[in-house]
């Protein structure tokens, strides 16, 4: 069976910055993955190759199978891609369900549901009912990021990408965040989550990747490759990836 998700030989430099030095990865239908690394190890930009928000210089990227390089960031999520953003950028002057919609409307087919149902129970999942009529532009951080979550989920995914929704949470809030991304698996949607609270990424991911220096040092179960000496030696002297966080 083909895999959901397959990077092969991703290469992507900015200027002189390789970011990315030919990146493979199979992300089976079903699994959820972290991945770490250190501040400007190429993340980000990883998701937006997946998403079509960055062109790869070299390398494919396929989805159930087929190659979808060409497609535009849209044609993506209709296929079953969908992300969220580091920063998060809603239409500030819509209010929170309408932000929803939006991506209920743009995204995959519903199979039957229409799209204001959809939009309202992404708003259910994150926790954003009480403030759906409330403009996106006003809301603070934390609520920024579960609408973040919502859009990307109203859109119907195959394969999530979260990139950083845990950054700034207390631990209680991590601990519901990780109810609500093992809620969205247990319905068979992918999920690939980027992320520095690794007590989030160790609950809820079965596999951990570490990106530095343009690829993969380490992947395997999370435990193991957050004790491994390549991933310890990359952190070295920071307390970026204390295993106990913020829990
Ligand atoms: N559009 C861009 N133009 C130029 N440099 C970029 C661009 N996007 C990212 N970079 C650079 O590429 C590197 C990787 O960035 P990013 O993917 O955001 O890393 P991460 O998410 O791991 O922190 C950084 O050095 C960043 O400054
Ligand atoms: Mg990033």
């Known amino acids: 069976m083909a895999a959901l998700l397959e990077l092969a030989h991703i290469s992507k430099r900015f200027g002189g910055v390789v970011v990315a030095d030919g990146i493979s990865l199979s992300v089976d239908a079903g699994s959820a993955v972290g ?3 250190p ?3 190429g993340k980000t930009t990883l998701f937006g190759v997946i998403s079509g928000d960055v062109r790869p210089d070299g390398g494919n990227v396929l989805f159930e199978g087929a190659r979808i390089n060409r497609l535009d960031p849209g044609a993506r999520c209709r ?3 969908g992300r969220t953003y580091q920063v998060p950028k809603p239409f500030e002057r819509m209010n929170v369900f309408e932000n929803v919609l939006v991506a209920a409307q743009q995204g995959g087919r519903q199979r039957g549901v229409p799209s ?3 939009a309202i129970s992404s708003l259910e999942r994150c926790g954003l009912m009480d403030r759906a009529n409330r403009n996106a532009g006003s809301l603070g951080l934390l609520d920024r990021k579960r609408l973040e979550l919502a859009r990307a989920l109203a859109t119907g995914p195959r394969l999530l990408l979260l990139d950083e929704v845990a950054g700034g949470l207390t631990a ?3 601990r519901d965040l990780v109810e609500v991304v093992r809620s969205i ?3 068979g949607t992918s999920v690939i989550w980027i992320e520095h609270v690794v007590r989030a990424l160790v609950d809820a991911v079965e596999r951990l990747l570490c990106l ?3 690829d993969f040092i380490a992947d395997g179960a999370p435990r193991e490759v957050l004790e491994s000496p390549a991933v310890r030696e990359v952190y070295l002297g920071t307390d970026d990836l204390a295993i106990e966080g913020t829990a």
Do not use: K, M, T
């Open 39 to 41: 501040n400007g190890a």
């Open 172 to 174: 209680p809030e991590v």
């Open 185 to 187: 698996r247990a319905d």
């Open 79 to 81: 296929l079953g891609i």
């Open 212 to 214: 530095s220096g343009g």
């Open 116 to 118: 204001h149902e959809r």
């Open 35 to 37: 991945i770490v690394g």
